[in-house]
């Protein structure tokens, strides 16, 4: 079965330097997501990317975060300056062609990062 | 966007039908009702979507009665694999955001 996949599972990083989140969305799917889980609480809405560009954001998503679909399989999150609050499991997700299916996101395992 | 209210948790017996019910007062006509299974430390996982009335799948049904203000996801004879987080979510299928609620803590108790 086709899946979504994410790396690295695990990134430990000082505050104030730069993480690049990396995810294969499933190939055929248009529609692609990240989301923030911090330990204990919901998850959180990030950012959704469609056609090459951003479609909706968060709040949670200011101008610390970007995102990227650098080549046709790879969609990156890019956290310019982490802070310690920025710590939380990341998921990138993605959905296929719209229509009836738009609701179902595929998930990844998640990127777990620790800001010191 | 339709804010969902889902019970914090609840437990339930092996064997036991769950019934866990969502309210969701300002649905707007172009929304859809999306379920999510979470298990700890994974990403969460699709269970079911209905617009209206009733949808059944290998795991679960679907209730969403006339007026959509509430869904209700259904599981039959639940096992202690289905202890995990359940999530509600009301979109429209646009494919541009679904925001997660706090979902409902599933306990299966032997």
């Known amino acids: 079965e086709p899946e979504v996949t994410q790396t690295p599972s695990h990134q430990v990083t000082q505050m104030g330097q730069e993480v690049i989140l990396r995810c294969v969305p499933i190939s055929n799917h248009l529609y692609f997501y990240w989301y923030r889980q911090i330990l204990g609480q919901k998850v959180e809405f990030l950012v959704s990317?469609?056609?090459?560009?951003?479609?909706?954001k968060s709040e949670i998503f200011d101008d610390q975060f970007s995102v990227e679909r650098p080549d046709g399989s790879n969609f990156t999150l890019k956290i310019r300056s982490t802070k310690l609050e920025d710590s939380a499991m990341y998921f990138c997700a993605s959905s296929g062609t719209g229509g009836e299916r738009a609701g179902e996101l595929f998930f990844g395992e998640g990127s777990r990062l620790t800001v010191l | 966007l339709a804010k969902t209210t889902q019970p914090i948790s609840m437990d339930s017996y092996e064997g036991q039908e769950v019934n866990i019910t969502c309210s969701h007062n300002n649905i707007a006509t172009n929304d859809y009702i999306t379920w999510y299974q979470q298990f700890p430390s994974q990403g969460p996982r699709f269970i079911i979507q209905g617009y209206k009335t009733k949808v059944t799948n290998e795991v679960a049904s679907l209730f969403i009665p006339a007026d959509r203000k509430s869904s209700t996801l259904s599981l039959p004879r639940v096992s202690l694999s289905d202890t995990a987080v359940y999530y509600c979510?009301?979109?429209?299928?646009?494919?541009?955001?679904?925001?997660f609620g706090t979902g409902t803590s599933l306990t299966v108790i032997p």
């Open positions: 990317f469609y056609n090459n560009e951003i479609s909706e």
């Open positions: 979510l009301v979109g429209d299928l646009t494919g541009n955001q679904f925001y």
